[in-house]
């Protein structure tokens, strides 16, 4: 069973740097790749990044797509949330999830719904 859990959220003023983690296991394909959401206050859950496992090419959706990286560690089954220069419009829920195909498409970020969710870390920035 795939298990995913978040860490590294918190309370940070704005212009500051997170790193957010996503700790992974329990797959046993290469079926599935890592997507990072948020969800704000009041608003829907939205798709952020994804790294595809098979080959670790990153996406970004495009508001967030030059302030936020990710990257992996394999050898850790680790995959990161880099985000800098914090926005307080950046205060949510983050999670990571497993969803079958992300991308870009015409320069669009698209991904799959997620058939596995980690628990969320909370994100709060201060103006």
């Known amino acids: 069973e795939v298990h995913l859990v978040e860490s590294g959220g918190g309370l940070v003023q704005a212009g500051g740097s997170l790193r957010l983690s996503c700790a992974a296991s329990g797959f046993t394909e290469d079926d599935y790749h890592i997507g990072w959401f948020r969800q704000a206050p009041g608003k829907e859950r939205e798709g952020v990044s994804c790294?595809?496992?098979?080959?670790?090419?990153?996406y970004y959706e495009s508001s967030v797509k030059t302030r936020f990286t990710i990257s992996s560690d394999n050898a850790k089954n680790t995959v990161y949330l880099q985000i800098d220069s914090l926005k307080p419009e950046d205060t949510a829920i983050y999670y990571c999830?497993?969803?079958?195909?992300?991308?870009?498409?015409?320069?669009?970020?698209?991904?799959?719904?997620?058939?596995?969710w980690g628990q969320g870390t909370q994100v709060t920035v201060s103006s």
């Open positions: 999830a497993a969803v079958r195909s992300c991308g870009s498409y015409g320069g669009t970020y698209y991904y799959s719904p997620a058939d596995y």
């Open positions: 790294m595809r496992r098979t080959d670790g090419s990153t």
